[in-house]
T-cell receptor
Framework: LAKTTQPISMDSYEGQEVNITCSHN???????ITWYQQFPSQGPRFIIQ???TKVTNEVASLFIPADRKSSTLSLPRVSLSDTAVYYC????????????FGQGTTLQVKP | KAGVTQTPRYLIKTRGQQVTLSCSPI?????VSWYQQTPGQGLQFLFE???????NKGNFPGRFSGRQFSNSRSEMNVSTLELGDSALYLC???????????FGPGTRLTVL
């Protein structure tokens, strides 16, 4: 499974757009990129998944360049409730139920 | 549709004891994975069960074991508890796209 690198922490203010970039230089051809969000003392929650280009859902957007060696999670107009740890994961859909979590990015949203 | 449930939510044990944690996946999900989360090591994969068979295992000692029943409910057992086993134990289920797993609230285990 490809190793991921993301910033340990980020600060933002309410109403701003937040972009969290993840590096995955050794991504394999059949790997997908998945992002999870975790609040303290809760289980992670799936946010978004993509393979290439751009994916958007009601919560976030995921931008993946052509070489797929990195990806950017974009959170539009964050609020205090978006304060959480965000994990970037890379793996193929056939790798069964084994997710490898890195250290994640702690996002602190300030008023 | 009900989410993933885990029982108990909190547990206090002493060193040397054993513990069993339970997980009920989302109805229809056949894959159940278990994770351990600690401040020092982060989220680590323990094992995964699919149709009552262990399909994947992480790098944990044999004291950690699990099983899955025919209704997809799963249990994990930790024997001879050590202080370092204090952690949040998370269970997750999925139906097919294993990158999208649904996590339960976790069981907070404290070993004294």
């Amino acid at each position: 499974l490809a190793k991921t690198t993301q910033p340990i922490s980020m600060d933002s203010y309410e109403g701003q757009e937040v972009n969290i970039t993840c590096s995955h230089n050794n991504i394999a051809t059949n790997d997908y990129i998945t992002w999870y969000q975790q609040f303290p003392s809760q289980g992670p929650r799936f946010i978004i998944q993509g393979y290439k280009t751009k994916v958007t859902n009601e919560v976030a957007s995921l931008f993946i360049p052509a070489d797929r060696k990195s990806s950017t999670l974009s959170l539009p107009r964050v609020s205090l409730s978006d304060t959480a740890v965000y994990y970037c994961l890379v793996g193929g859909s056939g790798n069964t139920g084994k997710l490898i979590f890195g250290q994640g990015t702690t996002l602190q949203v300030k008023p | 549709k009900a989410g993933v449930t885990q029982t108990p939510r909190y547990l206090i044990k002493t060193r040397g004891q054993q513990v069993t944690l339970s997980c009920s996946p989302i109805s229809g999900h056949r894959s159940v994975s278990w994770y351990q989360q600690t401040p020092g090591q982060g989220l680590q994969f323990l094992f995964e069960y699919f149709s009552e068979t262990q399909r994947n295992k992480g790098n944990f000692p044999g004291r950690f074991s699990g099983r899955q029943f025919s209704n997809s409910r799963s249990e994990m057992n930790v024997s001879t508890l050590e202080l370092g086993d204090s952690a949040l134990y998370l269970c997750a289920s999925s139906w097919g796209d294993y990158n999208e797993q649904f996590f339960g609230p976790g069981t907070r285990l404290t070993v004294l």
